[in-house]
């Protein structure tokens, strides 16, 4: 399929930031965006890159009323020559469609997909932030726009593809985190849309976010759904413990978004020579583990953050500390190593870098 190019008037286009330590997450977006239109029997078609704009839906467009919105999260780096690199694309261009299977929205052409990724990245370029830590976020959605009410699938979506620079996604830094241990609430049942990234799992996770805000925490621990005592996810993120000589964290049941990152993670530490086991965990083995001694590091991993330290536990009123509040020496030596892959500055064993430019 064609991609046309429309791009922005030059007296349209916006200031590039100066300072980089003050990109903060996603408050910021470049001149222009992918868009691309689906309908049922006619397929894709008007495949664009054009000027940034807001989009314009019908009020009964299906996505505002029964919840057909799934999205991704990738980023675009630069090397120390100026290299334009993306890691592990191909992973979240499978699992969107993946999402897109579990919620009977459109397929989207891999190759279509990965194409429009590759030219907006590369006419935003001059977008792309230096330091390290920093990055072009990209964020590619799908929405059903069919103007309709009632329930079923929709027979039409949009497409469309944002980019903005990004620094740390924590003011903090590479510091441990607190996070907050619900039992109140969960983020996902078997059998549910636990394993897909459709923005209803986000919206249902707000409330007791900011419960454990309030009290001063960065993010929830998740515990299944079934029993309420397995650690699930941390937020935006999947968890993982440090347990004597293992790397431990919760398996693929469906319930967990099998995160890009935490496939990384668990491909690197067996590289690296670590023991790494996907295998359930009760909250009251974490907490036994911690009284013994043996639970040396918690941390969890995403695109975002890539790799978050937690110093600190709160689980039934009360606050447990992990390694005395100091980030791990695994989770330091992880965090290095994949950020040193996807600005180019090491060696790729894994196949994970995909330079564009």
Known sequence: MEIKIIKALPEKMKAKPTDESKL???????????????????????????????????????????GQEIFEGLKAYRGEKDEIYLFRPTENIKRMNVSAEKLCMAHIDEEVFFEALKK??????DWIPRGIGTSLYIRPTLVATEAALGVHPANEYLFFIVVGPVGAYYASGFAPTKIYVSEEYVRAAPGGTGNIKSAGNYAMSLYASRIASNMGYTQVLWLDARENKYVEEVGTSNIFFVIGDELITPPLAGTILPGVTRNSVIQLASHLGVKVNEKRLSMDEVIDALNKGTLKEVFASGTAAVISPVGQI??????????????????????NEILQIQYGMKEDPFGWRVQLA
């Open 314 to 335: 709160y689980f039934r009123k009360k606050e447990y500390l992990i390694n005395g509040g100091k980030t791990g020496a695994l989770s330091e030596k992880l965090f």
């Open 24 to 66: 903060g997450f996603g408050k910021i977006f470049t001149d222009h965006m992918f868009t691309m239109q689906y309908k049922e029997g006619q397929g894709w078609h008007d495949a664009f890159i054009e000027p940034y704009h807001p989009l314009q839906l019908d009020p009964t467009a299906m996505c505002l009323h029964y």
């Open 120 to 125: 907006l990245v590369l006419l935003e370029k």
